[in-house]
């Protein structure tokens, strides 16, 4: 194996490793500043049940939403971009729901039942991603 490889290998792993780490700060931040979302960690150790929410989130937000917005392209170029404000929804409800699910023995999440909100939620954690990952990139 050549070195560049070995040096995109490195650069791969620290970009998931860092986006791992914006969401979980954002989904903290969230819940301390009580942002219509409340975090209820089950475990002792609270920022390792943060730690797996934001791989979870990582996995749910960059690659099941690409699989939504590539199939939905069609869709998406129609509504002029505006299905991607109820994908970004969607993808949040989803979340909640995955985590409730499948991981009540680390957290249990519950966003506000107003849609509008949700989307408030939404437009937030992009902008702190977008803002955290180019300044932390």
């Known amino acids: 194996m050549s070195f560049k490889f070995f040096v995109w290998m490195r650069k791969f792993l620290k970009d998931i490793l ?3 780490l914006i969401n979980a700060g954002i989904l903290y931040w969230l819940n301390y500043y009580h942002f219509w979302m409340s975090i209820e960690t089950s475990t002792a150790n609270e920022i390792e049940a943060y730690f797996i929410l934001g791989f ?3 996995i749910v937000n960059f690659w099941l939403k ?3 917005n590539l199939l939905s392209f069609p869709l998406r170029w129609l509504s002029f971009w505006l299905i ?3 994908i970004n929804i969607w993808i949040l409800y989803f979340f909640e729901y995955y985590i409730n699910a499948n ?3 680390i957290a249990t ?3 506000s039942e107003d849609w509008v909100r949700v989307l408030i939620i939404s ?3 992009s902008l702190a991603y977008s803002l955290l990952s180019k ?3």
């Open 109 to 111: 999440i519950t966003l």
């Open 66 to 68: 690409k699989v939504i």
């Open 84 to 86: 991607s404000v109820v």
């Open 123 to 125: 437009v937030v954690v």
């Open 103 to 105: 991981y009540k023995d």
């Open 18 to 20: 860092l986006s791992i």
């Open 56 to 58: 979870i989130f990582w």
């Open 135 to 137: 300044l932390l990139k």
